[in-house]
C-alpha cells in the first residue's frame, strides 16, 4: 500500500507531491477487524484527536505562537485572559 498510494496519487492527481503514510492509512483495516462500523470511523478519528488539536489551539492562543500548519490563518480577535473564578 505505502509503494503504490503515491503512484496512484501521481496518477490520478497529476502530483509528484510526497505521500507519508501514518498509523491512520491503517486504522480503517484495523477498524474492520474489529467490527466497528464503518460510519464510526470518522468519529473515532475526531474523538482520538480532540485534546491535542484543543491543546495547540490553547497553546497557539496563550502564547501567540504559530504552531499549526502554515496554511492556517486564526481569526479570532486577541482576546485578555479572565480568571475562571472572575467570568460570568
Known sequence: IER????????????????????????GLVYKMLGIPSDLYTPLFAVSRIVGWAAHRMEE???GSRIIRPAYKAIAKPRKYIPLSERD
Open 4 to 27: 503504490l498510494t503515491p503512484e496512484i496519487f501521481k496518477e490520478v492527481k497529476g502530483s509528484d507531491k510526497v505521500v507519508c503514510a501514518n498509523v491512520d492509512m491503517y486504522s
Open 61 to 63: 492562543i496563550l502564547t
